[in-house]
C-alpha cells in the first residue's frame, strides 16, 4: 500500500513549509500528501528526512533550513527543545500573533463554514513572565526532590530552577517549596508504583496583591513533617497567604483530588481584574494572564452591548469573574457553573464588591440552564465561556429555544468554537465578528471572543 505514497520512509526531499500544527509542527505537502516536521515554519523551504509514513499522513525531520522565515528567531530558554510547555518560542511575537489569527479564521472556515470578520489578535506589549500559576509535577535524583516538567511526549520529570513564561516570584516559590520538602524527608510520587508523597506543588499569584497560595498535593493523607515544613515555608515565602493540602490517591493524570485543608492561613488568595477583587480558593478555575484577562474581559462586555436593562446568562461562569463585569452594566445575572468552591468564591465575591443583582448556581450548564428555562426564566443576553470541549448539545438547543438577543461566545478551542457557531447559526444567529485574544504567548493556544445576534 506504501507504493502508492508520494514519499517513502528515509527520503530525503525539499519542501516548502504551508502551515503549522497545533503542537508547533510545520507542515509540508507533497502531492497533497501532509508531512509534519518539528520546527519548520510557515513559508520556509527545507531540506527533510521522511521518518514515519502513515496512510494519510507521515512526519519527517528537518536536515537543513535552505530559506528561513523572517519571523524565525532563536528560542530564549535554554530547556524549549525538551520542554512540551510552549511551542512557538522559535516564532517571533508578531509572527505567533499573525499566525493565531490565521489558525482562528482557518478553523472556522474549514469546520464551521462560518464566514465572518476575524479581528487581529490582540497580543501583550511584553510577552513572557506572564502567569500567575505554576504547577510542577514532582520527582526524584539522587535523593532530593526535583520538579519541573514532563519530556515531550513522556512522563519523565526534568527539573526546572525558572520557566519564561511564569511570573519570576512563583519559580523562587517553586524552588524554595521543593528545597524545603527535600530538607524534611518528603518523598516524591512515583507514578510506577503508586507509592511516594508528593505529586505536585501549585503556585498561585496575586499579579495586582502580590498574595500567594501554595498547593501541596500528595497521594498520602498526611505530609510526613508538616509542621516543621509549613512553618519554614512561612518563614521563607513573602505574601504567603494560605498553604493548602490537596490529597489525590488515585491512579491518574487528573492533578488534585477530592480532598482539600487549609494547612495554614486562608481559604482564598484575593486579586484584582480592573477595579474588581476575587476571591479564589486552590480548586477554582482563574485565568492564567491577568494583563490579557483584562483584554479578554473588556471585549466579551463590549459583545455584550448592556444598556442595564438586560436579564444575563453567564454560563460556565468560574469564580463569578465576568459575571460580576456584566452585573455592573446589566439589571439581573445568573451565573452557573460545576464546582461548587468555585461558585462558593462567586458568592463571596459579589459580596466582597457589593454587587446585588447576580445570583449563582451550582451544576452542569446543560442540565441547570435548560430546567431555568423552562421553569419560565429568559436572558437578553447569554454569555458562554466553555472548557476547551466547548458547549454541550443540550445548551446549544437551550439557547436557540429561549433566542436571547446576543450570544457572546469565550473559547479556549478555536476548533469546538467552529463547530457550535454552526450549530447556533443553522438555528438562526449570525456570528457577527471574531476577535481572537493572545492570552498563552509562546504556546500555540489561543482564545477568542465571538459576538452573534439573532437575525
Ligand atoms: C474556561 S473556564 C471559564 C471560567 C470563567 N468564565 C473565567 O473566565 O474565569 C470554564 C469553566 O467551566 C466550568 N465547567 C466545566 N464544565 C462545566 C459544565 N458542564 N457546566 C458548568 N460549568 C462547567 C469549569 O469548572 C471552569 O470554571
Same mark, same amino acid.
Given at each position: 500500500m506504501s507504493k502508492t505514497l508520494p514519499v517513502q520512509k528515509n527520503d530525503i526531499i525539499d519542501i516548502i513549509f504551508e502551515d503549522l500544527t497545533h503542537e508547533g509542527s510545520g507542515v509540508a505537502k507533497v502531492d497533497g500528501y501532509p508531512l509534519f516536521i518539528p520546527n519548520g515554519l510557515p513559508g520556509e523551504k527545507a531540506t527533510v528526512k521522511v521518518i514515519k509514513t502513515n496512510k494519510n499522513y507521515g512526519f519527517g525531520r528537518l536536515v537543513e533550513i535552505k530559506e528561513r522565515s523572517p519571523y524565525r528567531v532563536e528560542a530564549p530558554c535554554l530547556i524549549y527543545k525538551e520542554c512540551g510547555g510552549c511551542q512557538l518560542q522559535h516564532l517571533s511575537y508578531e509572527g505567533q500573533l499573525k499566525m493565531k489569527h490565521k489558525h482562528v479564521m482557518d478553523v472556522l472556515e474549514r469546520i464551521g463554514k462560518i464566514n465572518t470578520t476575524v479581528h487581529p489578535t490582540l497580543g501583550m *506589549? @511584553?510577552?513572557? &513572565? #506572564? &502567569?500567575n500559576k505554576s504547577q510542577v509535577p514532582i520527582g526524584e535524583q539522587e535523593g532530593g526532590l526535583i520538579g519541573g516538567f514532563y519530556q515531550q511526549r513522556s512522563h519523565q520529570i526534568i527539573n526546572m530552577e525558572q520557566c519564561l513564561i511564569q511570573q519570576e516570584e512563583n519559580d523562587y516559590v517553586v524552588n524554595t517549596v521543593k528545597d524545603i520538602c527535600s530538607k524534611y524527608g518528603v518523598r516524591a510520587y512515583d507514578e510506577a508504583r503508586? !507509592?511516594? @508523597?508528593? &505529586?505536585h506543588i501549585m503556585v498561585r499569584r496575586g499579579a495586582i496583591t502580590k498574595e500567594v497560595m501554595i498547593v501541596l498535593i500528595t497521594r498520602t493523607q498526611d505530609i510526613p513533617n508538616r509542621k516543621a515544613i509549613v512553618d519554614e515555608i512561612v518563614e521563607k515565602v513573602p505574601n504567603i497567604k494560605s498553604i493548602i493540602h490537596n490529597v489525590n490517591n488515585k !491512579?491518574?493524570?487528573?492533578?488534585?483530588?477530592e480532598i482539600t485543608r487549609v494547612?495554614?492561613? *486562608? *481559604?482564598t488568595i484575593t486579586d484584582y481584574i480592573g477595579d474588581v477583587k476575587f476571591a479564589i480558593s486552590a480548586r477554582s478555575f482563574y485565568q492564567v494572564n491577568p494583563e490579557q484577562t483584562k483584554v479578554l474581559y473588556e471585549k466579551a462586555l463590549e459583545y455584550a452591548d448592556l444598556n442595564g436593562e438586560e436579564k444575563v446568562i453567564d454560563a460556565y461562569c468560574g469564580i463569578g469573574t465576568i459575571s460580576l463585569f456584566l452585573a455592573k452594566k446589566a439589571r439581573q445575572v445568573f451565573g452557573v457553573e460545576i464546582v461548587p468552591q468555585a461558585i462558593e468564591d462567586a458568592r463571596k465575591n459579589a459580596l466582597i464588591n457589593d454587587i446585588h443583582n447576580v445570583e449563582f448556581a451550582v451544576g452542569e450548564a446543560e442540565v441547570v440552564i435548560p430546567n431555568w428555562y423552562k421553569a419560565g426564566n429568559e436572558a437578553d443576553v447569554l454569555v458562554v465561556d466553555p472548557p476547551r470541549k466547548g458547549c454541550d448539545e443540550a445548551l446549544l438547543q437551550t439557547i436557540l429555544d429561549m433566542k436571547p438577543r446576543k450570544v457572546v461566545y469565550v473559547s479556549c478551542n478555536p476548533a469546538t468554537l467552529a463547530r457550535d457557531l454552526r450549530v447556533l447559526e443553522d438555528g438562526g #444567529? !449570525?456570528? *457577527?465578528e471574531v476577535q481572537p485574544v493572545d492570552m498563552f504567548p509562546q504556546t500555540t493556544h489561543v482564545e477568542a471572543v465571538a459576538r452573534l445576534s439573532l437575525v
Amino acid at each position: 500500500m506504501s507504493k502508492t505514497l508520494p514519499v517513502q520512509k528515509n527520503d530525503i526531499i525539499d519542501i516548502i513549509f504551508e502551515d503549522l500544527t497545533h503542537e508547533g509542527s510545520g507542515v509540508a505537502k507533497v502531492d497533497g500528501y501532509p508531512l509534519f516536521i518539528p520546527n519548520g515554519l510557515p513559508g520556509e523551504k527545507a531540506t527533510v528526512k521522511v521518518i514515519k509514513t502513515n496512510k494519510n499522513y507521515g512526519f519527517g525531520r528537518l536536515v537543513e533550513i535552505k530559506e528561513r522565515s523572517p519571523y524565525r528567531v532563536e528560542a530564549p530558554c535554554l530547556i524549549y527543545k525538551e520542554c512540551g510547555g510552549c511551542q512557538l518560542q522559535h516564532l517571533s511575537y508578531e509572527g505567533q500573533l499573525k499566525m493565531k489569527h490565521k489558525h482562528v479564521m482557518d478553523v472556522l472556515e474549514r469546520i464551521g463554514k462560518i464566514n465572518t470578520t476575524v479581528h487581529p489578535t490582540l497580543g501583550m *506589549e @511584553d510577552p513572557w &513572565r #506572564y &502567569r500567575n500559576k505554576s504547577q510542577v509535577p514532582i520527582g526524584e535524583q539522587e535523593g532530593g526532590l526535583i520538579g519541573g516538567f514532563y519530556q515531550q511526549r513522556s512522563h519523565q520529570i526534568i527539573n526546572m530552577e525558572q520557566c519564561l513564561i511564569q511570573q519570576e516570584e512563583n519559580d523562587y516559590v517553586v524552588n524554595t517549596v521543593k528545597d524545603i520538602c527535600s530538607k524534611y524527608g518528603v518523598r516524591a510520587y512515583d507514578e510506577a508504583r503508586h !507509592k511516594g @508523597d508528593l &505529586r505536585h506543588i501549585m503556585v498561585r499569584r496575586g499579579a495586582i496583591t502580590k498574595e500567594v497560595m501554595i498547593v501541596l498535593i500528595t497521594r498520602t493523607q498526611d505530609i510526613p513533617n508538616r509542621k516543621a515544613i509549613v512553618d519554614e515555608i512561612v518563614e521563607k515565602v513573602p505574601n504567603i497567604k494560605s498553604i493548602i493540602h490537596n490529597v489525590n490517591n488515585k !491512579k491518574t493524570n487528573v492533578i488534585m483530588g477530592e480532598i482539600t485543608r487549609v494547612l495554614w492561613g *486562608e *481559604e482564598t488568595i484575593t486579586d484584582y481584574i480592573g477595579d474588581v477583587k476575587f476571591a479564589i480558593s486552590a480548586r477554582s478555575f482563574y485565568q492564567v494572564n491577568p494583563e490579557q484577562t483584562k483584554v479578554l474581559y473588556e471585549k466579551a462586555l463590549e459583545y455584550a452591548d448592556l444598556n442595564g436593562e438586560e436579564k444575563v446568562i453567564d454560563a460556565y461562569c468560574g469564580i463569578g469573574t465576568i459575571s460580576l463585569f456584566l452585573a455592573k452594566k446589566a439589571r439581573q445575572v445568573f451565573g452557573v457553573e460545576i464546582v461548587p468552591q468555585a461558585i462558593e468564591d462567586a458568592r463571596k465575591n459579589a459580596l466582597i464588591n457589593d454587587i446585588h443583582n447576580v445570583e449563582f448556581a451550582v451544576g452542569e450548564a446543560e442540565v441547570v440552564i435548560p430546567n431555568w428555562y423552562k421553569a419560565g426564566n429568559e436572558a437578553d443576553v447569554l454569555v458562554v465561556d466553555p472548557p476547551r470541549k466547548g458547549c454541550d448539545e443540550a445548551l446549544l438547543q437551550t439557547i436557540l429555544d429561549m433566542k436571547p438577543r446576543k450570544v457572546v461566545y469565550v473559547s479556549c478551542n478555536p476548533a469546538t468554537l467552529a463547530r457550535d457557531l454552526r450549530v447556533l447559526e443553522d438555528g438562526g #444567529y !449570525k456570528t *457577527e465578528e471574531v476577535q481572537p485574544v493572545d492570552m498563552f504567548p509562546q504556546t500555540t493556544h489561543v482564545e477568542a471572543v465571538a459576538r452573534l445576534s439573532l437575525v
